[in-house]
């Protein structure tokens, strides 16, 4: 698909959606062509970036769908330890296996492992499934310190899921790979963790520190709001759609 895009004279340019999955292309044919444009977000009308920090709870939140490519696997595996390190902590899961279709018995399977992950009772690890939600979402996040999006990091070309947690106020915890190099600031908005253990430590330790956190999810909603805020990328566009 790459050789094509680059040799079809009918394509004028390749605009990725950030410049991490740009750079995947770079040994392509389309390279020569491609360029990237972030994705947008709206920083939420009940908290200006300028706003100060609100109270929060000792709570994560994950928010993707429930499968093996959005990584939930991963913070099911280590909830538990982050519990035994922080005893108040709590996790809502914003998703579910079904969020981009039908998930038939892969879904189920995939659920029964995760259970199992969580010792068979989630909520006795403070393990709350919130399912699909719409705007409801934001109420759940606003009581949240620690954003969790995709703790694997595959498949995320940009991942709006960590603006949207940035744009909410939670300082967000990810791996240092593919979109989340281009979506989360180690100096504004998030921590990077190395590997399982560093994951751990790392959101235990925003969990206990909740003046830590708030400080650098109020940082991150700022940056966020500065680099990612619809004007910003509208002008952006503007300016390729006119060099074309």
Not at 25 to 36: D, H, I, P, Q, V
Not at 79 to 94: E, G, M, Y
Not at 164 to 183: K, N, Y
């Amino acid at each position: 698909m790459l050789t094509w895009l680059g040799q079809d004279p009918r394509v004028a340019a390749v605009v990725n959606v950030g410049r991490e999955q740009l750079l995947l292309t770079r040994l392509s044919a389309c390279f020569g062509k491609s360029t990237w444009i972030d994705n947008p977000v709206y920083p939420p009308a009940f908290m200006p970036a300028d706003a100060p920090p609100v109270a929060r709870a000792c709570r994560a939140v994950f928010m993707g769908a429930l499968a093996p490519a959005k990584g939930f696997q991963m913070l099911a595996r280590h909830w538990p330890d982050i519990k035994s390190r922080v005893p108040d902590a709590q996790l809502d899961v914003i998703g579910s296996v079904d969020l981009y279709g039908d998930a038939g018995e892969a879904g189920r399977r995939y659920m029964a492992k995760v259970q199992q992950l969580l010792g068979g009772r989630p909520e006795d690890l403070g393990v709350r499934f919130h399912g699909k939600l719409g705007q409801e979402k934001d109420a759940v996040m606003r009581q949240a310190l620690v954003g969790l999006p995709n703790p694997t990091g595959f498949t995320e070309t940009s991942c709006l899921s960590a603006l949207e947690m940035s744009a909410q106020g939670l300082a967000v915890v990810v791996p240092r790979r593919w979109g989340f190099c281009d979506t989360v600031s180690p100096t504004h908005s998030g921590v990077y963790a190395s590997d399982g253990k560093a994951y751990v430590r790392a959101v235990s330790a925003l969990l206990k520190d909740p003046a830590r956190a708030q400080t650098l999810g109020a940082s991150g909603r700022q940056w966020v709001a500065e680099r990612f805020g619809h004007d910003r990328v509208c002008s952006r566009s503007e300016e390729h759609t006119s060099e074309l």
